[in-house]
RNA sequence: CGGGGCGUAGCGCAGCCUGGUAGCGCACCUGCUUUGGGAGCAGGGUGUCGGAGGUUCAAAUCCUCUCGCCCCGACCA
């Protein structure tokens, strides 16, 4: 394609609008453009990227037996009113009506849809499994749309579902779509990891996200090193201290503290460390408040307190209810004294002996507080986050914590949407079963944005090769004849066999296309000047390392294919 | 939804505090020179100062309301 044919308006300075890598360079390399908070028009540049992944998505959904479909964006209320989501969304969920005044929504995925299809098509064991996907927009009126195509509104999905005869079989499909996306983000020339993942409140058996890793990821995951177990901190086990302090138990004090809030604060004052302090933080739920105890370096896991108080709205409790329950200001509450409040903690409060915690009074805490002796607990429970240096819960040496991106997600769905909307299917015994069902997603304009996250430099993007818009930018630096023609010959030879090139025909100083091409991340360009061609020479330049290549025009196909071929191992 | 910030030329910004002729850089158009990492000179066009009210002789600037967007937190591909 030439760059004189092609929108690809690049911007020089970086737009105001984007703070993230990848929603910076897409704007800057002209791949995408803002309509509306977290709604993009994908440019010839963006989609053809979306494409490619697309396309090695489809190969690899295929080749593992699935097979798409298409089905529509809007779909009505009753459907969802099926399975009590119309009333459980929330606001995510893009309602409108239509010109009769019935209730219609933009689909945000599609279980109620498929499962509909699902019921009036299959009566038969026989027809069993089914893996059905498509690739589609998705609309979810998300609270805060943010870093361009990472968390849109509207963005560009692939969704499967499955339905299979038993558990069995659904436990087979699920593993063959694990199995896929892994082939898939490694075609795409990512590096990922997939992760034990939350159920969230639809529960079921199984669940892994595919994370891209990446410094500035959305996601926190906890990984063995050299081990196999991988897992969202949102999920990761954090199992009980196996040994407790045996120190001697030593008589409670109560020392003042004043204006010593935070556990740096406390810790400073009394001249400890945080693993001998236990805070106590506030959490208000719809039906109560409670208490909970960690060790002050460690963190809440909001999820984990959740199930266990078996809620699903839970916040910190605000300052002035803080102050009625303990007496004290934020900072100072403890457990010592605390009635009326259930006190739950997490499993390595149990193990510290002589503690520090707060007194439930203006600039007051208590050393040397032991449990059982000073204070009761009502459960002791799995409540914190894993961080760094703790033992995987698979006994495969100490986790470590790594940013990620979620590209994918794998679900084990049960038998919850086909039990809820009645489809069934006749077992060879006659019996009328519901399916059990996975569903799987991709977000193929994240995927890209998180391609981007991981591969770029200063200067721009430096695509993978799978995915490259374009496999070889091609540079002629001068208006001449002779090097128009060079590049005319070579563009042609290029693409005639097959190779995406991008041919920068503008009247344009090299600098500028030196520059609109590293932006870009055309994984190669190739350099035409008048400089090379007295001496027979253009130059084949890896955008990665920058290293530079003479050929002889003659050898440029081969030592392309060459090099593309191997960038793109696994395809 | 809570907290913070920003809307001034296509893009990036200054001007606002202390009201008085709307500016700078880039981009764009014309010409000449230049041409291997975002050229130089000369000339040129460019604005409902996000919108609506109000105060004032006078509002980009002060006040009120409103819309949009970005960033930080609870949701998710």
């Known amino acids: 394609m030439r760059t004189s044919q092609v929108l690809i308006p690049t911007l020089r300075e970086d737009p105001g609008e984007a703070e993230t890598v990848s929603h910076r360079l897409m704007l800057r390399s002209g791949m995408i453009r803002k309509v509306a908070a977290g709604i993009y028009t994908y440019?010839?540049?963006?989609?053809?990227?979306?494409?490619?992944?697309?396309?090695?998505?489809?190969?690899?959904?295929?080749?593992?037996?699935a097979q798409e479909l298409l089905m529509p964006i809007a779909s009505p209320a009753e459907l969802w009113q099926e399975t009590g989501r119309w009333g459980f969304y929330g606001k995510e969920?893009?309602?409108?009506?239509?010109?009769?005044?019935?209730?219609?929504?933009?689909?945000?995925?599609?279980?109620?849809?498929?499962?509909?299809?699902?019921?009036?098509?299959?009566?038969?064991?026989?027809?069993?499994?089914?893996?059905?996907?498509?690739?589609?927009?998705?609309?979810?009126?998300?609270?805060?749309?943010?870093?361009?195509?990472?968390?849109?509104?509207?963005?560009?999905?692939?969704?499967?579902?499955?339905?299979?005869?038993?558990?069995?079989?659904?436990?087979?499909?699920y593993q063959k779509m694990y199995d896929a996306y892994n082939r898939i983000f490694t075609r795409c020339g990512l590096t990922f990891r997939p992760v034990e993942a939350d159920t969230g409140l639809i529960g079921g058996t199984s669940s892994h996200e595919f994370m891209v890793l990446a410094e500035t990821g959305e996601e926190t995951i906890v990984y063995a090193q050299g081990g196999t177990y991988a897992a969202n901190v949102e999920r990761a086990e954090v199992r009980p201290p196996t040994e407790s302090a045996s120190e001697p138990l030593r008589p409670l004090r109560k020392v003042p503290t004043p204006g010593a809030r935070t556990v740096e604060e406390v810790t400073?004052?009394?001249?400890?460390?945080?693993?001998?302090?236990?805070?106590?933080?506030?959490?208000?739920?719809?039906?109560?408040?409670?208490?909970?105890?960690?060790?002050?370096?460690?963190?809440?896991?909001?999820?984990?307190?959740?199930?266990?108080?078996?809620?699903?709205?839970?916040?910190?409790?605000?300052?002035?209810?803080?102050?009625?329950?303990?007496?004290?200001?934020?900072?100072?509450?403890?457990?010592?004294?605390?009635?009326h409040t259930r006190i739950v903690a997490d499993h390595a409060v149990k193990a510290l002996r002589n503690i520090v915690v707060g007194a439930n009074e203006g600039d007051a805490h208590y050393v040397d507080a032991?449990?059982?002796?000073?204070?009761?607990?009502?459960?002791?429970?799995?409540?914190?986050?894993?961080?760094?240096?703790?033992?995987?819960?698979?006994?495969?040496?100490?986790?470590?914590?790594?940013?990620?991106?979620?590209?994918?997600?794998?679900?084990?769905?049960?038998?919850?949407?086909?039990?809820?909307?009645?489809?069934?299917?006749?077992?060879?015994?006659?019996?009328?079963?519901?399916?059990?069902?996975?569903?799987?997603?991709?977000?193929?304009?994240?995927?890209?944005?998180?391609?981007?996250?991981?591969?770029?430099?200063?200067?721009?993007?430096?695509?993978?090769?799978?995915?490259?818009?374009?496999?070889?930018?091609?540079?002629?630096?001068?208006?001449?004849?002779?090097?128009?023609?060079?590049?005319?010959?070579?563009?042609?030879?290029?693409?005639?066999?097959?190779?995406?090139?991008?041919?920068?025909?503008?009247?344009?100083?090299?600098?500028?296309?030196?520059?609109?091409a590293d932006l870009i991340g055309a994984p190669y360009q190739l350099v035409i000047g008048e400089k090379g061609l007295a001496q027979g020479t253009v130059e084949l330049k890896e955008r990665k390392t920058g290293t530079v290549k003479p050929l002889a025009p003659g050898e440029v196909l081969q030592q392309a294919k060459q090099r593309l071929d191997s960038g793109s191992a696994g395809a």
């Open 93 to 173: 969920l893009f309602r409108f009506k239509d010109r009769h005044d019935r209730d219609f929504c933009l689909g945000p995925t599609h279980e109620e849809v498929i499962t509909d299809l699902i019921r009036r098509e299959v009566r038969s064991y026989r027809q069993l499994p089914l893996n059905c996907y498509q690739i589609q927009t998705k609309f979810r009126d998300e609270i805060r749309p943010r870093f361009g195509l990472m968390r849109g509104r509207e963005f560009i999905m692939k969704d499967a579902y499955s339905f299979d005869r038993d558990e069995e079989g659904a436990r087979l499909s």
């Open 370 to 516: 032991n449990w059982e002796r000073d204070f009761s607990v009502e459960q002791f429970a799995d409540l914190r986050n894993a961080q760094t240096g703790d033992p995987s819960p698979r006994g495969d040496g100490p986790l470590l914590i790594a940013r990620g991106i979620e590209v994918g997600h794998v679900f084990m769905l049960g038998t919850k949407y086909s039990q809820a909307m009645g489809a069934t299917f006749l077992d060879p015994q006659g019996r009328e079963c519901p399916p059990v069902m996975g569903c799987y997603g991709i977000g193929i304009g994240r995927t890209a944005a998180a391609a981007i996250e991981q591969n770029h430099d200063a200067k721009g993007i430096i695509w993978p090769v799978p995915i490259a818009p374009f496999a070889i930018h091609l540079l002629p630096l001068h208006q001449s004849a002779r090097v128009t023609e060079a590049a005319r010959s070579l563009y042609h030879i290029l693409t005639d066999a097959g190779v995406d090139v991008l041919w920068d025909d503008r009247d344009e100083r090299a600098g500028v296309k030196f520059n609109d």
């Open 43 to 65: 440019l010839p540049l963006g989609l053809r990227v979306l494409r490619k992944i697309e396309h090695i998505v489809r190969e690899e959904m295929n080749r593992a037996g």
């Open 268 to 339: 400073t004052l009394l001249q400890t460390t945080p693993q001998r302090l236990v805070k106590t933080l506030l959490y208000t739920t719809p039906q109560e408040t409670v208490a909970v105890l960690l060790r002050g370096d460690h963190q809440v896991n909001g999820i984990k307190l959740a199930k266990l108080l078996g809620v699903t709205d839970l916040e910190l409790t605000p300052p002035e209810k803080v102050m009625a329950i303990t007496h004290a200001p934020v900072g100072f509450a403890g457990p010592i004294g605390l009635s």
